[in-house]
């Protein structure tokens, strides 16, 4: 279990964001990696100042937290969720002089609470454990600057309203993990702390299934391919991700990648995540030079391949108006059921932008009899 509603209970103590992030700015950076693999934001800081007695953490916390209960303090603790001086520490840890502690959970901060907004969710799978969702493109997950509401887990307050069991406050209940913005599909909801803590064990240890539908820039010399390379804040446009040649300075990042269908400029491929980073897949392909078509923030927005001639101009932009957003989909999630074992996978079918952006290509690469005969020798 994690901290129960601390965000309602703990004064107001800001944490340090990230410099330089635009309103439209994903999440905060995670500020620590937890024993389990978990991304973690840090919350509440406090440092001990050099006179300082030896004190067990919890009663030093709930010196300085009066509305928040010693249970709750140990309860972050066993879920590694008291940081000191970068380590997840035990309730019985004893603070001294200048020791830094830091509250950390999964999910970046609510500076607010969570107002229930009747916006439609896509279910796909609900019962007392999980709540399976379909995404659309276009809705935030959590609320953060510029997005304080309108998002998936303000819909999800409204879904859950008359359940007396779900605190959408609470962070050991909620989303298990993430996607973009601009990126639609599949999320798996815990409806239970014990859900949450075996399907995030799930994630950790790789035995989800997780598969993505992307159209990127580009032809590929092979049918499939493995991309690895550590990803990081990029420091030249602190509202990008990069990889990076030092991985002291970034986290392992793996992604698996298939063709699909070629088209001759753009590709259709299926990427597996072998891991789960910030803007993994579109940085991973716009590192091997193949943006994601129509990624603003990664250079997939313009003509990157095909010929110079208005009328193929005429025709991506029109491409572009079809699909006004990354393309990119979870397309399926498969995971271990959290109280019954059973093996469970979700597909949600390609949204009405990308099926047509593919019905574009398909009928451009169809129409043109020399980029046909391109791509059929090649398959030869």
């Not at 659309?136 to 998936?152: D, Q």
């Not at 996978?345 to 952006?357: I, N, Q, S």
Request: charged fraction near 25%.
């Amino acid at each position: 279990m994690a901290l129960d509603q601390i965000n309602s209970d703990l004064p107001e103590l800001e944490h340090e964001l990230e410099p330089g992030l635009a309103s439209d700015a994903e999440a905060p950076v995670p500020t620590y990696v937890a024993p389990d693999g978990r991304e973690m934001y840090e919350h509440f800081r406090f440092t001990a100042d050099k006179g300082q007695q030896l004190l067990r953490v919890d009663k030093f916390l709930v010196e300085r937290m009066e509305r928040t209960s010693r249970n709750r303090i140990q309860q972050a603790a066993e879920a590694d969720c008291i940081i000191v001086n970068g380590r997840p520490v035990k309730s019985n840890y004893r603070v001294k002089p200048d020791d830094v502690v830091s509250i950390v959970m999964d999910r970046p901060r609510y500076d607010f609470e969570v107002i229930a907004e009747d916006i439609p969710l896509d279910v796909v799978y609900e019962d007392d454990w999980v709540l399976v969702v379909n995404k659309p493109a276009g809705l935030v997950v959590h609320p953060g600057h510029g997005n304080w509401t309108g998002t998936l887990v303000n819909a999800l307050a409204w879904h859950f309203r008359g359940n007396p069991n779900y605190d959408v406050n609470d962070p050991r209940l909620g989303l298990v993990h993430r996607i973009d913005k601009d990126t639609s599909g599949l999320l798996v909801v815990a409806k239970t702390p014990e859900a949450k803590t075996m399907l995030g064990r799930q994630f950790f240890e790789k035995t989800t299934r997780r598969e993505y539908v992307a159209l990127v820039w580009g032809d590929f010399p092979a049918d499939s391919g493995t991309i690895t390379g550590s990803i990081a804040r990029d420091p030249r446009n602190r509202t990008r991700m990069a990889v990076t040649k030092d991985p002291a300075l970034g986290k392992h990042a793996v992604t698996h990648w298939e063709v699909l269908e070629r088209f001759g400029y753009v590709t259709m491929v299926k990427c597996v995540l072998e891991t789960g980073r910030t803007h993994q897949i579109r940085v991973h392909m716009e590192h091997e030079g193949h943006p994601l078509f129509n990624d603003e923030r990664y250079g997939g927005d313009r003509v990157l391949k095909g010929v110079v001639s208005s009328s193929y101009r005429q025709f991506v932009d029109r491409c572009f108006a079809a699909c006004p957003r990354q393309a990119l989909h979870a397309r399926t999630l498969g995971f271990r059921h959290p109280h019954s074992g059973k093996e469970m996978d979700f597909e949600a079918p390609l949204p009405a932008d990308m099926t047509a952006l593919f019905d574009r290509w398909r009928a451009y690469r169809d129409g043109n009899k020399a980029l046909a005969a391109s791509l059929h020798s090649g398959d030869s």
